[in-house]
């Protein structure tokens, strides 16, 4: 059974795959592979709280606006989607990005200076124009002890109308008690939901 780590504050969230053959117009570093890298585990707050999984530097590349569609959990078991927001990157201070606690709360408080996240707004419709970078910012709501999911996946269209598909490369549990080499719950087939032709690859450390 492979290990677990534990991440406690904001980390790059990796992403993978799109259903449209060809150069993909929207950019989130990781986006190799379609294969299941990693898994994080989130400790669950008293009451289980609404918590915030974020992706960093969401890059539109293409030669046209981006448009989000849709935003989903895969595989989840008793792990509620409960939103998602985006807000971009500081064109004019490249110290400026917003930012959101991996299991921080959600939505992010726009008025906390250092989120940076004034300029937020509702993930699904969000128009992401050429040359731009984003942080977005999911909600995830734990409806039990342990909640899981096997990834977010992001829907997206350009302005030809060609529609793509990506997800993060790692699974989530949330519970009260993570720690370092916890296995994953007897109900919870990690092998069988991410299935992989390689090595799970656990992310270890804690970043801010």
Known sequence: MPTLRVFAVAAATSVALSSCTGPKPLIIPGDTSDSVNGWTCLKSQPGNPTVSIPVHGVKSVGDSTVTITDIELVGANKARFMGAEIAPWSS???????????????????????????NGQPATEAALAPGTTWTLSVGIKPEGPVSTFKWIEVKYVDADGDRYESHTAEAFMVRADCFDDHEWPESYDWRAAHATSHAPNPRRGNRS
């Open 92 to 118: 004019d201070d490249a110290d400026v990005v917003p930012n959101t606690a991996v299991g921080g709360p959600y939505p992010p408080d726009p008025t906390d200076p250092k989120l940076a996240w004034e």
